[in-house]
């Protein structure tokens, strides 16, 4: 089972959607009940990251992130991949769950427009569970204005948008992916379905 963290700001429906089209049982959940009896858990999120980790705060439920990724696989997806980061610089210092090494900085993406929108192709950095069947060259979708800053060893793939930027970064069974899987064609939908057959 594949829970779906519903903290209000997250795209659930697009994700699910996904996860039904591939078959794999998931639903979505703000309950630490379901979110402990889960396989599995994913981050979603949309808009900023000090809202964003307001709203995880006032659920009550970053205490149980935490708790619950030492013991099953986790995914991050767009701003829920930065939201894994030990902290955000969007317009304010935000601490975020600490669960990857590194922080979320303004993408400056020199002489590109801001926000990165649209179909980029990834290059694979370090290998992981998650880009098997994944080759470079292989596009995805992106969406966001801020990107992580972190170590390469956690880095699994990358992309090129006037400077380098993580697209799909993990440590441990902690993985996020900076573009929207459920949106990226045949390529996200792999990804997914790799998430989705780990075993922890």
């Not at 309950?31 to 994913?42: T, V």
């Not at 303004?106 to 098997?132: F, N, Q, S």
């Amino acid at each position: 089972m594949i829970a779906i963290i519903d903290y209000g700001a997250g795209n659930l429906f697009s994700v699910k959607n996904a996860l039904d089209f591939l078959g794999f049982e998931n639903g979505t959940s703000a309950e630490e009940a379901d979110l402990r009896k889960a396989d599995l858990l994913i981050l979603p999120g949309v808009g900023a990251f000090p809202d964003a980790m307001r709203m995880l705060r006032g659920s009550g439920l970053v205490r149980v992130i935490r708790e619950e990724a030492k013991r099953k696989p986790l995914l991050g997806i767009c701003l829920g991949m930065q939201l894994l980061f030990e902290r955000g610089y969007e317009f304010e210092e935000t601490e975020g769950l600490g669960l990857i090494e590194g922080y979320v900085d303004k993408l400056v993406a020199p002489g590109r427009k801001i926000p990165h929108m649209g179909w980029d192709d990834t290059e694979i950095v370090h290998p992981c569970p998650l880009t098997a069947g994944t080759k470079s060259g292989d596009m995805v979708y992106f969406v966001h204005s801020y990107k992580a800053v972190t170590d390469e060893r956690n880095i699994g793939l990358s992309a090129f948008y006037g400077e380098e930027i993580p697209a799909l970064v993990f440590s441990g069974h902690v993985y996020g992916a900076q573009f929207h899987p459920e949106k990226s064609g045949s390529v996200g939908l792999n990804i997914l379905k790799n998430f989705a057959l780990l075993q922890f």
